[in-house]
Structure formats: structure tokens, C-alpha cells
């Protein structure tokens, strides 16, 4: 049994309010994800019929969006995916820390990627703010 109310169901209900009062900054692909969303496994995508071998009962079977945005269609994307990064975790504590820096450093970080937020790196900028907060020394 799926859940009692689904993102489609928002959409069927509210989006063609919400497209109107956001017209202006809702863009063409986030208007087509919307439609995908909303026609995912009804009517409007077509369908098939299933039937049982054994007891002959049949039923219908809609075709899906396979719209990478859509939750119905990604569901077992994103449970593969998600088990695939907890058999990568090690068995310690994690703790996420989140932290911002100021806009001249942002816009360096931003353009340095590679070299200000590499992980594993005990000199890195990021390693020594990290080691500061946690109160050891660098």
C-alpha cells in the first residue's frame, strides 16, 4: 500500500495554482517535471493489461514518467543508491558539521573546489577550521 497522499496528488490539486502565482519564475522544465510528476501512472501515459496465468484475474498496469525527478519512478534508485553509501560508512560516529565563511572566501572556495574542500587532507583550509572547531590543534 503506497502512501495516503503523494507529491502528484499535491500537483493534481494545487498546481495549477501554484504555476499561476509563480509564472514568472517557474521555468519550462520545472513546468515539465510538474506534468510528468502529475501523469505519472494514470491514464494519460497509457498502460496494459496484466493478467494472473493461474487465476485469470487481470488489472491494469499504467505506464510511469521514468522522469529522474519523480518519486514514484526513482523509489528503488534511491534505495539502491542509499544502501550502496551505508555499506560505504565506517563503523564510527559521524557528526555533520556546518559552517559558513565569509563572501571573499566563498567566492574562492567556490572557484578552488578541489583544492579548498579536499577531504582527507590534514592541510587543507577546510581540515584546520574543522580541527580548530573541534578544539584540536593543527
Request: neutral net charge; contains cysteine.
Amino acid at each position: 500500500m503506497g502512501p495516503a497522499l503523494e507529491v502528484a496528488d499535491v500537483f493534481r490539486r494545487h498546481g495549477e495554482a501554484f504555476r499561476q502565482v509563480h509564472a514568472g519564475h517557474l521555468g519550462g522544465v520545472e513546468r515539465r517535471v510538474m506534468g510528468a510528476i502529475t501523469a505519472c501512472r494514470t491514464a494519460a501515459l497509457g498502460g496494459h493489461v496484466e493478467q494472473c496465468d493461474d487465476c485469470g484475474a487481470t488489472r491494469i498496469a499504467y505506464n510511469s514518467c521514468r522522469n529522474r525527478h519523480c518519486p514514484k519512478c526513482q523509489g528503488l534508485a534511491r534505495a539502491q543508491w542509499l544502501a550502496a553509501r551505508q555499506a560505504e560508512l565506517l563503523p564510527v560516529q559521524y557528526f555533520h558539521v556546518v559552517f559558513t565563511v565569509p563572501a571573499p572566501a566563498g567566492e574562492i572556495a567556490f572557484q578552488n573546489k578541489a583544492v579548498v574542500l579536499s577531504p582527507g587532507d590534514e592541510y587543507s583550509p577546510i581540515m584546520g577550521i574543522e580541527n580548530s572547531l573541534a578544539g584540536e590543534s593543527a
